[in-house]
């Protein structure tokens, strides 16, 4: 087949490929050949998920392969990692073989473009090292479950430069060694952010020399936690387990948790305690509408500050006297001596751009959907957006469809809520009144669109159809 000028639309089929272009730069998008491809005396690119099963080669001056440029990998408990290729119809079965793929891809992962790993319904029990800028991402925080297994974060590709790491919409259950130790490898500056996750085992983080930033959104702690030196902890809306301990020896460790309580899962009285520990350097944490019910203070360099109603019920302190503060400047210090401190801020949005989280806003996009159904369905959106980080919320809708379809959305999202690629989530919807595993995407435009399967197919057309509540997080540019 030769190429006329300048771009070769999407394949939806397999055929042979036979590319020659004299004159004239080729590119490719989408495209599945079964026979070799040959470039010759052009320049070319081929882009997107593109699948060979023969030899590909090369003869001009050609920029070579990128594929992938989604930056999306799929992981599925029918997967394989012999045969699987990380696409959404030849998914990995294990998430270490979708993260070595990731970290081999080209473009690589960058703090810009990172890779996400998307994994499926299901029990994962094979170890997985975490790499700087790939994202692990469940379909939901009761429906993946990591157990059995070893979870770090020891890779030298922290040591690199600085980036992000993510967990989300997942569960790590009980019999995981759950280790985050950011003092080796040399690593350098970053975030690691744990959105959703409900964590069964307890987390031994352990801080570098330099900060890589643990965040936890809306997480569950069922086992207590260990922070160890250079850790800047926050935490949003989370619930962390009794005995939850914040030690410094030979850095400093710092934490600021806002509506995030010490709970105690075993109901038995006033056994929720925190520990901050001076064992070498200071050692402080602020608590902004976080209660513990006992803390224990050691050492001359810890330091505990809370909101009137993050003090313990029953008085319970051990150690120093804990430092009463506003709501306001809790969250507004840097790690260094107190005389350093900047002034207390007025708002909450302040203290948070001195957090560095950047801005938060909380609203709703009106839509409404269509595609299948005789009249279009109301389903608005609500989202939250904290720094680069968005959270979309779609409530349930369904009825009777007439139309074999997708869901579409009827108007697009605003600009700063769109991805800087397309993202698909594997999430839960009602075909034909039968519950089933289909797609929701939303892509760098703002369009947004529910499919009725894994493989991106039609709604059935009869029926009570539709979706249900879907959650969704992604980073935004």
Request: aromatic residues 10%.
């Amino acid at each position: 087949m030769s190429v006329g000028p300048k771009y070769v639309p999407n394949f939806e089929k397999r055929v042979p490929v036979h590319y020659k272009n004299k004159e004239k730069d080729i590119h490719c998008r989408g495209l599945l050949a079964d026979t070799s491809l040959n470039f010759h005396e052009g320049s070319g690119e081929i882009i997107g998920d593109v699948t060979f099963t023969d030899d590909v080669t090369f003869s001009g001056t050609t920029t070579g392969l990128r594929t992938n440029v989604d930056h999306i990998l799929y992981v599925s408990k029918t997967g394989n990692d012999s045969t699987g290729t990380g696409q959404l119809g030849k998914p990995y079965l294990t998430i270490q073989a979708a993260i070595t793929a990731a970290a081999a891809a080209t473009p690589s992962p960058t703090d810009t473009y990172p890779y996400v790993i998307l994994v499926s319904p299901g029990t994962y029990e094979t170890d997985f090292v975490m790499e700087q800028n790939i994202f692990v991402e469940g379909t939901g925080k009761r429906e993946v479950v990591l157990d059995n297994c070893s979870i770090s974060c020891t890779h030298a590709s922290w040591a690199v430069a600085s980036g992000y790491g993510r967990l989300s919409n997942l569960t790590i259950g009980f019999s995981v060694t759950f280790t985050m130790d950011m003092s080796a490898n040399g690593m350098t500056n970053g975030s690691f952010y744990f959105d959703n996750v409900y964590i069964g085992s307890s987390l031994q983080w352990t801080g570098a020399a330099v900060a890589v930033l643990p965040y936890f959104f809306e997480c569950e702690f069922a086992a207590a936690p260990t922070f160890t030196d250079f850790a800047i902890v926050n935490a949003y809306r989370t619930n962390f387990a009794a005995d939850t301990n914040f030690t410094a020896v030979n850095t400093p460790c710092y934490a600021r948790l806002v509506d995030s309580p010490v709970t105690d899962f075993s109901l038995d009285g006033f056994t929720r305690t925190l520990t901050v520990t001076d064992g070498g350097d200071d050692c402080h944490v602020t608590l902004i509408h976080s209660r513990a019910d006992n803390i224990v203070i050691s050492g001359a360099g810890a330091l505990v500050l809370a909101t009137s109603d993050s003090l313990p019920l029953n008085s319970d302190i051990t150690g120093s006297a804990i430092t009463r503060i506003s709501d306001a400047y809790g969250v507004k210090f840097t790690p260094t001596t107190s005389a350093d401190w900047p002034s207390v801020p007025a708002t909450v949005q302040e203290a948070l751009d001195d957090l560095g989280v950047g801005s938060y806003s909380t609203s709703t996009h009106n839509t409404t959907w269509s595609g299948i159904w005789a009249a279009a369905q109301t389903g608005n959106v609500i989202y939250t957006k904290i720094g680069k980080l968005v959270t979309l919320q779609i409530p349930a809708f369904s009825a009777v469809s007439n139309a074999a379809s997708v869901i579409t959305a009827d108007t697009v999202l605003p600009s700063g809520l769109r991805p800087t690629t397309e993202m698909h989530f594997v999430v839960h919807v009602n075909d034909n009144a039968t519950g089933a595993h289909g797609v929701f995407k939303v892509n760098d435009l703002g369009q947004m669109v529910f499919y009725a399967s894994d493989v991106q197919g039609n709604f059935a057309g009869a029926g009570s159809s539709g979706v249900f509540q879907t959650t969704v997080s992604y980073i935004v540019a």
